[in-house]
Structures are given as C-alpha cells and as structure tokens.
C-alpha cells in the first residue's frame, strides 16, 4: 500500500524565514504526489503536485517541492514565510497507480505557524 | 472558493440518528469523493462517485452509504450514528480524466457533531 508520513506535526518559524516541511512517501510504483493546504474552517486547496517529468514543482503563493527518488521524498518549501501562510499543510500519495482509484492518501498534516 | 458546495455547514445530532450530508461538484467533474477529517484518523477516503456508479471504497463503514444523482450531486447518509463519527466531513470532485494525478478540488466542508 501507499502512504505519506509527515515529519513534524507542528513547525514554527519566523516571518521571513526559510518554510521547510517535510513529506516521505512509501510506494512501490512511482507515485503521483500532492500538497494541499488547510486555512481555518476552509476546506483543502491544492498547493502542487508531482506527476511526472521536472523534479522541481512550483505552485502557488511561492511553494514549490522538489521529488527525490532516492530519498523518497517530496518536501515542501517557501523561500520567505508571510503570515498568511500560517495553516495546515497536508501531503498526500495517489493510490491510482496501485489500486486503480483516484482516493488520496494523505499524512497526518503539519500545522505551521509564523512568529512576527 | 472551489466551486463545490456543502450542506449544511454544522450538524449537530444525538446517538442513535440518521442524517444526510449533501454536495455539488464543480461544474463539468464527474467524480465525487468523501473524505472523514478527524483529529485520532486524520483525512481518511471514504467513498468515491464517478458519474452516478460507485468507483472505489475506502474505510466506510457499513452504516454509511452514498449515492450520486443523475444531476451529479452526491449525498452521504451516515446511521445509527455514534459519538466517534462525530469529526468533518469534506467532499471533493474532480474530472477524472487523467488517470491518478487530476486534481482534486475540496469543498468547505461539514462539521457533524454526536451528542
């Protein structure tokens, strides 16, 4: 079976510094890969994904991840924290490739905050 | 704002009940999906919609059940329900064009509370 598992249920940084959230994968056919992110009381919106091809994906609001194979990871991150990043950030694993359905299979989230 | 929609926004209901949560996907998605977000499981799969026939199942228990409409819309009827099915509980839809990597868009969810 596929899963995600996010190091760090809670990351803290100040305004301007470096995000760094971490995401390791677990699968046995080369995986299809998501981050989405939470705001309080809203539902879940795609930051990224990784299907196939660059290595290096860009999404929104200035994240972007990178997919290492030989790590097998998928980490996310943002040059210079705002404060309207402060959320819930989930990865998540597509298990289509194993079972043939869409269902993703998210981590446990890492709730980050940003300190003025 | 994703273009799906859920109602209600809050339930609140007592052991033992019934209830029937409710969503529309984006325009054009055919694929419904329900996710459970609860703080002991996290975001779990429920059950999957793909143009009115059920595609897959995830850890939904028989007390649940679902169904998608001619028009789309898909309902969750949660039975018999318990103080642990009290958690939130969020649909999504896609196109469901691109085998595994089409983007799911989530709607805003709804709360159900077990008293």
């Known amino acids: 079976a596929q899963s995600v598992t996010q190091l760090g249920s809670h990351v803290s940084v100040s305004e301007g510094a470096l995000v760094l959230l971490r995401c390791n994968y677990s699968?046995?056919?080369?995986?299809?890969l998501f981050w989405y992110v939470q705001y309080p009381n809203q539902g879940l919106q795609l930051l990224l994904k990784?299907?196939?091809?660059?290595?290096l994906v860009k999404g929104i609001n200035g994240f972007e991840a990178e997919f290492k194979k030989s790590e097998t990871s998928f980490h996310l991150t943002k040059p210079s924290a705002h404060m309207s990043d402060a959320a819930e950030y989930f990865c998540?694993?597509?298990?289509?490739?194993?079972?043939?359905?869409?269902?993703?299979?998210f981590g446990q989230g890492t709730r980050l905050t940003i300190n003025p | 704002d994703s273009g799906v929609t859920q109602t209600p926004k809050h339930l609140i209901t007592a052991t033992g009940q019934r209830v029937t949560l409710r969503c529309s996907p984006r325009?054009?998605?055919?694929?419904v999906y329900w996710y459970q977000q609860s703080l002991d499981q996290g975001l779990q799969f429920l059950i999957q919609?793909?143009?009115?026939?059920?595609?897959a199942k995830g850890n939904i228990l028989e007390r649940f059940s679902a169904q998608q409409f001619p028009d789309l819309h898909s309902e969750l009827n949660l039975s018999s329900l318990e103080l642990g099915d009290s958690a939130l509980y969020f649909c999504?839809?896609?196109?469901?064009?691109?085998?595994?990597?089409?983007?799911?868009?989530f709607g805003p969810g709804t709360r159900l509370t077990v008293l």
């Open positions: 999504a839809s896609s196109v469901d064009i691109s085998g595994g990597t089409d983007t799911q868009y």
């Open positions: 699968s046995s056919v080369p995986p299809y």
């Open positions: 990784y299907t196939t091809g660059a290595t």
């Open positions: 998540a694993v597509s298990a289509y490739r194993i079972q043939g359905a869409q269902k993703l299979v």
């Open positions: 325009s054009g998605d055919l694929s």
């Open positions: 919609y793909y143009n009115g026939e059920e595609r």
